[in-house]
């Protein structure tokens, strides 16, 4: 009897192991699911919401696996671990300027982000500095960064001084602190494949 | 130099001079009713003919005209602020622009969305007022064409069979009042006559007056230099 | 002699190797690219003119290939051929339900929406008659929808005609056949086919 048990175990463990295996395989499609219609940064307790667990390292864990397959995978997309444990699913950077015609999005073109970079690596600055550097059309560009909630103007004095949100933090997967999002930025500046 | 004494005063402290030593009248003085070329020739042509050649007065005098020219040029241009040059563009680093990372987003929407709102609009769209276009709906040409062919062929002949029964009502030559001719018939033949009377008039195949206004129509036949045997079609043109 | 230069080939071969297996993986990479932020089926033109070729078999011969990769991949997104030489970057559909509640942003907004759906029933149809039924305010919509790709806008002499594109069509997952679209919402719509 107790023979046919162990016998019964060993042949068990293979089909047990490929049963964790295709779980596993289920629950990062899951999350890649979770991320690919998103959109947007997701935290740890909306992807356990999705993986049905309330187990925040689990998620995590999984979460930092699928980072590091789309990493091996070597492709277009990547993933990355942005703070307050959230994760995001995007586009490469180096591949935006050759795809961005296809996006149906009304999006930002050359002149505000080009506004938004300033802003983004002088901050804060005021408005007219901005304006000093990129001309009166910028004008245009701060306010339609701020309408986009990207920066915020506060008033001092005559002018305003500007700075970048936290969402924006968030929608590039920069830091918080101006400081390290500073380095961040110029790593990004001197990468000849963002342009 | 010229030795000064209260009692006499040299040449150039005497009009018109005195204008160029006299400070105090230097600053009143309207520039432009100052010829200052005149007063410092002059001035010059006085000092060669006495022999007093004083540089210092003429230092003076020159000095004076420079101030008179002054206050002239201040007249004339206004002083302004010069135009403010471009904002000179600081030189900066400018980084690059810094493109947001695409994402791809499931949209919401689904077909029953549209439809839904479909339904909104197609409802409105009949609460509208069915403004219906106030312009004149004209009937077909092929309506018009051949009633107005008929009538236009056939106006030659009834001129000609009025002016037959008119010249008949007069006995060849005469006048007849419209009334009298039109006695009996019906309104819209009435009217047709008094057409056909217009175009008879027009060709000078009767003459037509009346007394007053609203008064007797009096048709006289005959009268004009027009044969009254032949109707040429082209007339009408 | 002869023979410096067979080994120099020789040694040559890896490197070539080398660079080629370089140029296509970033062509598979661009390809990706392309399908993920569209997020509608491609034809090949389009995809070669991403790829910067004129090869329509070249541009299938590597869009097949990331497909079969893509399979083999075995993950929550899949790359469809579809009929008219078109392919399609898109979540496998038994995923849809349980990510569907992250979905959150709408298409278009109630207003341009309403515009939209106008449009598409009525098409072709004069952008005066969409102004006089939809309100002078569905200007800005017209022309939000022309910049989303979701309708056309062609002159005819003073006015406009508007038509729906064959992205709207794969968006609502309708026939680009206009008739048969005009069908296929009517017959959803329920109602009598007349008008």
Known sequence: MERTVLTQMKQDRPIKEKVKEEKLKRELALLEAALYVAGRPLDLKVLGSILKTRSKRKVQRLARMLMKEYESRNTALEILELKDERFVLQLKAEYTPQVRRLVKRPLLSTGPLKTLAYIAYKQPVSQMRVIAVRGRHAYAHIKQLEEMGLITREKSGRSSVLRTTSYFADYFGLSHDIATMKRQLKKVFNQPTSQ | MPRLSPASKPFYMHPPWNILFDFRQLEKIVPWKVNVAYLLLSFLEEMEKRGEVDFRASGVALDSSAFIYLMKS???????????????????????????????????????????????????????????????ILPPPSDILPALDVYLMEIEAQMEELFLQLSQSVKGKGIINFSKFAAGKKRIDVVRIFILLLFLAQRGKVSLWQSEDLGEIYITVGESSHGTDSFNPDETG
Do not use: M, N, W, Y
Not at chain 2, 107 to 135: A, C, F, M, N, Y
């Open chain 2, 74 to 136: 201040k007249l004339l241009l206004k002083l302004e602020e010069p135009p403010a040059s471009p904002p000179k563009k600081i030189l900066d680093f400018l980084p690059p622009p810094l493109f947001l990372p695409l994402r791809h987003e499931l949209t919401s929407t689904t077909i029953q969305h549209l439809l839904q709102v479909l339904d909104e609009v197609l409802k409105g769209e009949k609460l509208l007022p069915t403004k219906r276009k106030t312009e004149p």
